[in-house]
């Protein structure tokens, strides 16, 4: 290759990262702004006639009602990504997420139009989670494949950071309107979180409009070995891959949702403290999970996906309780420590590595397809009702302590996944793809 060759085979490897980072961000902010107001705000805004907390938990429920849209966007967006492109997908799953965010900031409250502002929440929230279900998986391959060989977990923990990114600046900004005092927060500057979303999307185009397509589809377009019916590829061939994703998954998922939402609400409608002790930490802990999610993937292109993922479960279990011990005292730096330990070293630690460990379950034909599934249909029976489960648990027993044997437990059925898994950080995963004429049966092979 020659020295401009080189230069910008690296110049379009940056591009993909910043454009995977860019709509992850974007993904994530919109993801924790809901999280977060649905615990401080959407209780009273749009749905006033219950008791508060189970105003909230309601509230939970259409939070919850993003994840059960999620697999119709990962079903749909995961079979045009393998037909059709990876990126063309992913400018079309930021519009949907962007737009559906940024009308939820222009939404009529309860007092205005009664039950219709509810509904209208709630459909927004599943066209949030339709375009939701087709960004990770995308936004992960686009920079897997582009990956340079031995780098695929360290290129493929990128577009991760944007969780702690979005995490950041939701936080950033519902602290900056939370400034102006309750009054006003319940009024109307809650809206100026979602109203910006906007200036993100606009951003993410700009840049993904400027990609390119990675080689891995390139080169199934040239020997054509696209998959006619990915999904029903996926589910008849790759079915133990399915059950391996969802189990290592579902870890992962518990703990990020639960010491993400529950936690804000924990704190200041169980424990009665103000929202900025849970907002600070989870500010701290993004700064920390900033740094770790690419540790941890370069850290599996060394020692492989499945023992640093197993570190993150592991870390999961070990402080679940030591942590909830630690929120109880009430006082902020131990909260800040608490959120740190669970969200940052633990979820984080999984994040790093989970893009390469899901993508390399699945040969390329598929693998749009397999990774949507497998994140987004995994996270209904674990990440999508955790905030709703935990409320509950605390509202029947008056303690956390049956959240954190729920978190033990999640992160034990991770560690059986990643037991039940084959170490793939080192193989030659699209090899097959760079001779003509190799197609199917090669690529299957591949896979197992």
């Given amino acids: ?12 490897e940056r591009n993909t990262v910043v454009a995977s980072v860019i709509g992850s961000v974007v993904e994530w902010y ?15 805004q749009f749905f006033p ?24 966007g990962g079903l749909i967006f995961g079979h045009f990504g393998d037909r059709l492109g990876r990126k063309k997908i992913l400018v079309t799953t930021m519009l949907i997420m962007g737009l559906s965010t940024f009308c939820m900031g222009i939404l009529p409250t309860y007092e205005s139009v009664g039950a219709a502002a509810p509904i209208l929440l709630l459909l927004l929230r599943m066209l949030q989670g ?7 998986g995308g936004a992960a391959i686009l920079t897997f494949e582009h990956a340079p060989q031995g780098k695929r977990g360290f290129f493929s923990s990128w577009p991760q950071t944007g969780v702690p990114l979005g995490l950041m ?18 009024a109307w500057a809650w809206r100026i979180p979602f ?15 400027n990609v390119t397509e990675p080689p891995a589809f390139r080169k199934m377009v040239e020997n054509d070995d696209r998959a006619g019916v990915p999904m029903f590829e996926v589910i008849t061939k790759y079915p133990k891959q399915l059950v391996v994703g969802f189990c290592a998954r579902f870890g992962e998922s518990v703990t990020f949702n639960v010491f993400n939402a529950f936690v804000l609400t924990y ?34 292109d060394r020692i ?10 592991a870390v999961a279990a070990v402080t679940a309780f030591p942590i909830f011990a630690l929120i109880d005292t009430g006082l902020a730096p131990l909260i800040w420590l608490a959120i740190v330990l669970g969200w940052a070293l633990g979820a984080c630690t999984m994040f790093g590595a989970e893009a390469a460990f899901i993508a390399e379950l699945f040969p390329a034909r598929v693998r749009y397809s397999g990774m949507s599934i497998v994140y987004q249909l995994g996270v209904l029976p674990s990440g999508a009702i955790a905030p709703a489960l935990s409320v509950w648990l605390v509202s029947l027993t008056g303690s956390a302590w049956p959240v954190a044997a729920y978190v033990v437990l999640a992160a034990l059925i991770s560690l059986i996944g990643l037991r039940a898994a084959r170490e793939t950080a080192h193989d030659d995963i699209d090899g097959d793809l760079h001779a003509p004429g190799i197609g199917r049966a090669e690529t299957e092979r591949a896979a197992r």
């Fill in 1 to 12: 290759m020659t020295h401009s060759a080189a230069v910008g085979t690296r110049r379009n």
């Fill in 30 to 44: 919109d993801f924790f702004l809901y999280a977060t107001m649905a615990a401080i705000v959407f209780d009273s």
């Fill in 49 to 72: 006639s219950f008791d508060p907390l189970i105003g909230t938990l309601v509230a939970f429920g259409t939070f919850a009602a993003g994840f059960v849209t999620r697999p119709i």
């Fill in 130 to 136: 339709i375009g939701l279900g087709g960004e990770w």
């Fill in 169 to 186: 600046l939701s936080t950033l900004l519902v602290n900056a309107v939370s400034m102006l005092g309750d009054e006003a927060l319940l």
């Fill in 195 to 209: 109203l910006l979303s906007i200036v993100l999307v606009i951003v993410g185009l700009v840049i993904r409009l």
């Fill in 267 to 300: 704190t200041t409608q169980v424990l009665g403290l103000e929202s900025k002790h849970a907002l600070n930490g989870l500010l701290i802990a993004s700064i920390f999970g900033v740094v770790i999610i690419p540790f941890a993937g370069r850290l599996s």
């Fill in 304 to 313: 492989g996906r499945r023992p640093v993922f197993a570190i993150g479960a």
